[in-house]
């Protein structure tokens, strides 16, 4: 079986094409796999990270807005959509997929509509709630598409090719094990985990380190895990010390550029406080961890809030605007969730019932099903 995979531009259309790529790895070892996607997208280190083989094309997003700026970036994305259609053809016909499956992105357009035209069976899976631009278009074209979030059936028009599976998960995953996760880490206080992407969101950032000054001076008893995420890791530590924090005599926070065993410290957090990126909602109903969730303003179709919306309608989280929010306000909030043991347990319960724990499995049947391949 050969399988072609397709998602680029941000490590959230990455992530889940990999973890897609592992689970078939792991139950069909003979199957050949292949990554398409941009020359210049994030797709170039992710991928050959985890060990699977890319073919990259010219290819560049379009810019929304209607100054000149973006009026001549989209009139070369234009031309060169012509050139990535010639390209993505030329892979596709070496490779000869079975399938071709896509995470969105602006990468996946031209893969999977010509692999739809040539007559190969295609899927694309959208992680969000509100699907991107691409995968709007392309669900035209496509056999099947799935679903990250069940909220997400009311934007497709194709009803009848809408299938449910969740998001996939990333592998070290810790599901349900709260007590455990705690021995393991070595903690015996609450925990708060606080993350906002991997390159750090200054506004959150900043915030948070407000918020490390305001749990000193209140005598603050939890541990405090902050992953600052790349570009805040250049600034952070100075903003930090001109709060008057001292981490280096504060061993109750610990302040990090990445947490590499963030399943782990995820699992073992009483209170997480996030972004609402796809992947991060899914894994904080999977672990059934209760969040606050401050959706990023500055993503495309706004769709961060709608992912939000998600679970805190269903009372698994706490939503709150970034726009007027206040480091006192969030040290509020998790002093409030941290004291009522009886909301955090509602809290979990509601986010667990959200979870999906097979998704890989599902996405491997669909592609099963449509191969015409035995499992």
């Known amino acids: 079986m050969k399988i072609m995979l397709a998602g680029g531009g941000t490590a959230g259309h990455i992530n889940p094409a990999i973890a897609i790529a592992k689970y078939i790895r792991k139950h069909r070892p003979s199957a050949e796999l292949l990554f398409i996607g941009a020359d210049n997208g994030m797709e170039n280190k992710l991928v050959p990270e985890a060990g699977f083989a890319l073919k990259t094309f010219p290819m560049s997003g379009m810019m929304r807005g209607l100054t000149p700026k973006a009026f001549a970036h989209n009139f070369k994305t234009a031309r060169k959509m012509f050139g990535a259609m010639k390209a993505a053809d030329k892979i596709i016909a070496e490779f000869a997929p079975d399938i071709i499956i896509g995470t969105g992105g602006f990468a996946c357009f031209p893969p999977l509509y010509r692999g739809a035209k040539r007559g190969i069976p295609t899927v694309i899976h959208e992680s969000n709630v509100l699907p991107g631009r691409t995968n709007r278009l392309l669900a035209r074209y496509v056999d099947k598409v799935l679903l990250g979030f069940e909220d997400g059936r009311s934007n497709f028009k194709q009803t009848e090719k809408l299938q449910f599976t969740g998001n996939p998960l990333r592998e070290g995953m810790v599901f349900d094990q709260k007590a455990e996760a705690k021995r393991l880490l070595g903690i015996e206080t609450p925990l708060v985990y606080s993350a906002y992407g991997s390159l750090g969101a200054q506004v959150m950032n900043t915030l948070t380190a407000e918020l490390f000054a305001i749990e000193e001076k209140n005598g603050a008893t939890f541990r405090h895990i902050h992953s600052t995420g790349s570009f805040g ?143």
């Open 233 to 375: 890791a250049k600034w952070m530590p100075q903003k930090v010390a001109e709060m008057g924090v001292d981490l280096a005599n504060t061993p109750r926070i610990d302040m990090r550029e990445y947490v590499y065993d963030a399943p782990m410290v995820l699992a073992a957090a009483d209170v997480m406080i996030c972004r609402a990126g796809a992947m991060t909602m899914s894994e904080i109903c999977a672990t059934g961890t209760p969040a606050i969730i401050v959706p990023s303003p500055n993503v495309a179709d706004d769709h961060q809030r709608k992912n939000a919306r998600a679970l805190s309608d269903r009372g698994a989280a706490i939503y709150l605007e970034e726009e007027g929010l206040t480091a006192q306000k969030l040290y509020d909030t998790i002093a409030e969730l941290l004291a009522d043991n009886a909301k955090r347990a509602a809290m979990r319960e509601a986010a667990l019932a959200l979870a999906v724990f097979d998704a890989e499995e599902q996405i491997w049947q669909c592609v099963l099903e449509l191969t015409g391949e035995k499992a």
